[in-house]
């Protein structure tokens, strides 16, 4: 039944109020609004698995491991390859993906200041290519996450307009709970009816996959607003960080070197993470970060076993082999750790494919949520706005044989028109 309402003219024709116009225009002003929520729970979605798209579209990211696969490279070993790979190049870090069907990452830089990312598979140490400086993956990320917009003075305002809609996102949320009354009867009797009519139909599914998708929805909803928080906390200044200025190695551990010497006497990587693991058992290191400078330390880390939404981090002497500072999360506020887990709760990308599949699933099923509901409003406003058009052009049109019409000369000498 449609929600057009109208008042009678004293010709008897259908009038239409102004507040139906106005709400008519409303109805239309929303639809870009969430055309927009929708294009972001669509990129979203895609972003969740591109890294498993670049993986099928890039043999070279592939960790391929051969029959007689035996135990990954060492840190040692990877450097060893790239140096003998290229000569010229310094190897500033090494990451191992969190799946094992990846290969692991090598950055390098040359002296002319250019960078390289490498593939490089962990049982053959073979160099397998290179990642492009802007593949897939940065570019769904970077359309999904700020617009592709540019950074100037802090975050972009492409970052805002996006996590911004996490507003609506919640609210709708909160709404449709209240609106529907008893929800939860729709996790023990689901009813979606395809014979009916287009509109039952998407009205259905809009109920169902609100209903199934309660929880990722708050989960995205919460974490997209603390993104808008973030940028507006850096861009004034305010962090919540504990880890105090930035260390350096003490200038009496940095050894003189004499005039042939081309590289600092640093102990090697595998001995920096052996220091790490002995000290800390249960650490799993899966990057490193090599000095930058004669006086900066390794950074070794890698996901807590203890908590995997963080990663944790050590800085060692590449000297000595000190442990300098720690980054774990014993070391961490409670602030921290929770404004730490926002984006691995809203990307998913901390367990592994299972995980990351899970999100995907939610992620379609979120984004033709609200594809439904753009469904279900667009019919609503097409039928209520031709209903105000009908209205409006019959008050235009006379009406025939009507003494309503007919002129007050005409009654008074029983004139016909």
């Given at each position: 039944m449609s929600t057009y309402t109208s008042t009678k003219s004293m010709t008897g024709?259908?009038?239409?109020?102004?507040?139906?116009?106005?709400?008519?225009?409303?109805?239309?002003?929303?639809?870009?609004?969430?055309?927009?929520?929708?294009?972001?729970?669509?990129?979203?979605?895609?972003?969740?698995?591109?890294?498993?798209?670049?993986?099928?579209?890039?043999?070279?990211?592939?960790?391929?491991?051969?029959?007689?696969?035996?135990?990954?490279?060492?840190?040692d070993e990877i450097?060893?390859?790239v140096n003998e790979g290229h000569p010229e190049a310094i190897v500033e870090s090494i990451s191992r993906p969190v799946k094992s069907q990846f290969a692991l990452t090598?950055?390098?830089?040359?002296?002319?200041?250019?960078?390289?990312?490498?593939?490089?598979?962990?049982?053959?140490?073979?160099?397998?290519?290179?990642?492009?400086?802007?593949?897939?993956?940065?570019?769904?990320?970077?359309?999904?996450?700020?617009?592709?917009?540019?950074?100037?003075?802090?975050?972009?305002?492409?970052?805002?307009?996006?996590?911004?809609?996490?507003?609506?996102?919640?609210?709708?949320?909160?709404?449709?709970?209240v609106v529907y009354k008893r929800f939860w009867r729709g996790f023990l009797r689901p009813r979606l009816r395809f014979n009916v009519s287009a509109r039952v139909f998407w009205g259905d599914f809009h109920r169902l996959a609100g209903i199934w998708s309660i929880p990722f929805i708050a989960i995205i909803s919460i974490t997209s607003i603390w993104f808008l928080l973030q940028g507006i906390l850096q861009d004034n200044h305010i962090s919540f960080s504990t880890a105090g200025p930035p260390i350096y190695v003490d200038r009496?551990?940095?050894?003189?070197?004499?005039?042939?010497?081309?590289?600092?006497?640093?102990?090697?990587?595998?001995?920096?993470?052996?220091?790490?693991?002995?000290?800390?058992?249960?650490?799993?290191?899966?990057?490193?970060?090599?000095?930058?400078?004669?006086?900066?330390?390794?950074?070794?880390?890698?996901r807590s076993v203890g908590y995997p939404l963080l990663f944790e981090e050590v800085s060692i002497n590449p000297y000595n082999g000190n442990i300098e500072q720690t980054r774990r999360i014993s070391d961490l506020s409670w602030l921290e750790i929770i404004t730490g887990s926002m984006r691995p709760l809203h990307t998913g990308d901390f367990?592994?494919?299972?995980?990351?599949?899970?999100y995907f699933f939610f992620g379609i099923l979120l984004t033709m949520m609200v594809f439904s509901g753009m469904m279900i409003w667009t019919k609503?406003?097409?039928?209520?706005?031709?209903?105000?058009?009908?209205?409006?052009?019959?008050?235009?049109?006379?009406?025939?044989?009507?003494?309503?019409?007919?002129?007050?000369?005409?009654?008074?000498?029983?004139e016909k028109l």
């Amino acid at each position: 039944m449609s929600t057009y309402t109208s008042t009678k003219s004293m010709t008897g024709k259908p009038r239409t109020s102004r507040a139906k116009i106005w709400f008519l225009v409303h109805s239309w002003m929303a639809m870009p609004i969430w055309a927009f929520v929708f294009f972001i729970c669509l990129t979203g979605t895609i972003a969740t698995v591109s890294q498993e798209i670049v993986w099928l579209a890039d043999p070279a990211s592939r960790a391929n491991p051969p029959a007689q696969a035996g135990p990954l490279l060492s840190f040692d070993e990877i450097v060893a390859v790239v140096n003998e790979g290229h000569p010229e190049a310094i190897v500033e870090s090494i990451s191992r993906p969190v799946k094992s069907q990846f290969a692991l990452t090598a950055r390098i830089s040359y002296p002319d200041f250019t960078t390289r990312t490498l593939y490089i598979n962990p049982y053959t140490g073979i160099i397998q290519g290179e990642s492009a400086r802007f593949d897939f993956r940065q570019f769904v990320r970077g359309l999904h996450g700020w617009l592709l917009l540019p950074w100037t003075n802090g975050y972009s305002w492409g970052w805002y307009l996006v996590s911004i809609t996490a507003i609506p996102m919640l609210v709708s949320l909160v709404t449709g709970l209240v609106v529907y009354k008893r929800f939860w009867r729709g996790f023990l009797r689901p009813r979606l009816r395809f014979n009916v009519s287009a509109r039952v139909f998407w009205g259905d599914f809009h109920r169902l996959a609100g209903i199934w998708s309660i929880p990722f929805i708050a989960i995205i909803s919460i974490t997209s607003i603390w993104f808008l928080l973030q940028g507006i906390l850096q861009d004034n200044h305010i962090s919540f960080s504990t880890a105090g200025p930035p260390i350096y190695v003490d200038r009496a551990d940095v050894p003189q070197l004499d005039t042939n010497s081309q590289t600092p006497p640093f102990i090697s990587l595998d001995e920096a993470t052996a220091v790490v693991e002995t000290a800390f058992p249960d650490f799993q290191a899966s990057f490193v970060s090599m000095p930058w400078n004669a006086y900066a330390h390794y950074r070794i880390g890698g996901r807590s076993v203890g908590y995997p939404l963080l990663f944790e981090e050590v800085s060692i002497n590449p000297y000595n082999g000190n442990i300098e500072q720690t980054r774990r999360i014993s070391d961490l506020s409670w602030l921290e750790i929770i404004t730490g887990s926002m984006r691995p709760l809203h990307t998913g990308d901390f367990v592994g494919l299972s995980l990351k599949l899970v999100y995907f699933f939610f992620g379609i099923l979120l984004t033709m949520m609200v594809f439904s509901g753009m469904m279900i409003w667009t019919k609503r406003t097409f039928r209520d706005t031709a209903a105000v058009l009908r209205a409006r052009k019959a008050n235009k049109q006379p009406s025939k044989g009507t003494d309503a019409q007919m002129p007050a000369y005409a009654l008074q000498k029983g004139e016909k028109l």
